[in-house]
Structures are given as C-alpha cells and as structure tokens.
C-alpha cells in the first residue's frame, strides 16, 4: 500500500472507510513516519475516528476532531485550519463523512488540497452493503462524491466485508465488483483488504487490515 502525502478517504455509509483509515493510519505510524489523522465526518455521530484517540495517542498519531465531537451535541462545527495541519505533517488521512453530504465538508478544503503535489483520494467499496452492491450504483455515488468535494478520486479500494463473519471466499467474491467499479471509472483498483487472520495465497494486491470498528457493516 503505498502512502501520499495526504489520503482522502471516501466511500458509502458502512464501506468500512473509517476501519481503513484508522489501519491506513496505524501502518504510515509503523514504518515510523509522523502522521496526522483529521476526522472530517460530521454526519455520522456514531462510528468515527474520533473513537480511537486512546489507540492513536498510544502509537504517536496527531488526532484533529471537529468542535463538539465525541460530545451529546450534533453540530457540524468545523475548526481545522488545513494548511498548518499540512505543513506540520509528514502524512495526512482525511477520513471524510459518508456519500455526497459528507463529502460537502471536505469541499471546504479543496482550494487548498488542490494545490498539493502528492495527493491520493481513495474510494472505499464494499460491495455486501445496501445501494452499492452493483457496480453501476458504486460509480453514481463516487460521482456524487467528486462533486459534493469538488475533487476527484485517484483510487478504488475494494473493501468488501460483513464485519468479523468475513471469510476469504466473501474477499475472492468481491474482486470482479472492484475490477468493473474501476475500469467503469477509469481508476486503478489500489487494494483489496482482508482481515490480517486470514490468508492472502492468490488474492490480488492484499491490504491487511485489523477489525477495529466492531459492527456488522463496519464503518
């Protein structure tokens, strides 16, 4: 998996995006590189990055969390100043709210994202969740996306999973849904994940990830 120097990351409702970014997170820390985690996700008050300040702070991760999360108050309160976040980061992980409301949020950012060199916005996939299961219905939402961010994804990131249930033939399943999201978007298909306890013989460009957003649908 290969890291920029800042990583969008988008999807469905219960893609499993924020699961990835805390991963994407864990292994830029890992290989001993500073990296910043900003939770973007003002729409769903429920599975977020927020909820892993304690795992973060324990491996050295920059957590930067809207005004009020993790609190009983609702309010989309955004507060990061996204060039200083930037400039003092080797690595940065947008993980943005779910589908095209979420994605409104990050368009407040765009001018500045745009200027940068080194830039990947990942779309996260998962084809056993509601509204994305066929190929065309993942590419309309990653459509609203762009358009909701005014950016456009680099990437496909097959995450396809039920939870901790997930075995390697739902994985293997899942690989001809990426292949056709992809190709219809003309994108590369970057990953397809699978949790660390099973194995990888024979899948295509494996991304081992570890279950930390315990749900059925895992977002």
């Excluded at 997170?25 to 985690?37: F, N, P, V, W, Y």
């Excluded at 108050?73 to 990061?80: C, G």
């Excluded at 994985?171 to 994108?187: C, F, H, M, P, T």
């Excluded at 570890?210 to 059925?216: F, H, Q």
Aim: proline residues 3%.
């Amino acid at each position: 998996m290969n890291f920029s120097k800042m990583n969008i990351i988008t999807g469905h409702y219960g893609s499993g995006k924020t699961n990835f970014a805390v991963n994407l997170a864990l292994d830029i820390a890992k290989s001993g590189r500073q990296c910043t985690i900003v939770d973007l996700d003002i729409v769903n008050p429920y599975f977020r990055t927020a909820d892993f300040a304690d795992l973060f702070a324990k491996n050295n991760i920059t957590l930067k969390v809207p005004k009020y999360a993790n609190s009983n108050l609702d309010i989309p309160a955004l507060n990061f100043d996204i060039n200083s976040i930037i400039s003092n980061s080797e690595y940065v992980i947008l993980d943005v709210g779910g589908d095209d409301a979420g994605a409104t949020a990050l368009g407040r950012y765009a001018p500045a994202i745009s200027k940068l060199d080194d830039v990947q916005m990942l779309y996260v996939v998962n084809r056993f969740r509601y509204l994305t299961r066929q190929p065309e219905e993942a590419l309309e939402l990653m459509r609203d996306i762009e358009a909701a961010a005014a950016l456009r994804c680099t990437g496909i990131v097959n995450n396809s999973n039920l939870g901790l249930a997930t075995t390697i033939e739902d994985v293997e399943s899942s690989v001809d849904y990426a292949k056709r999201i992809a190709e219809l978007a003309g994108l590369p298909l970057v990953c397809n994940t699978i949790k660390r306890d099973l194995s990888t013989h024979g899948l295509e460009n494996p991304y081992e990830v570890d279950i930390y957003v315990k749900t059925i649908w895992n977002d």
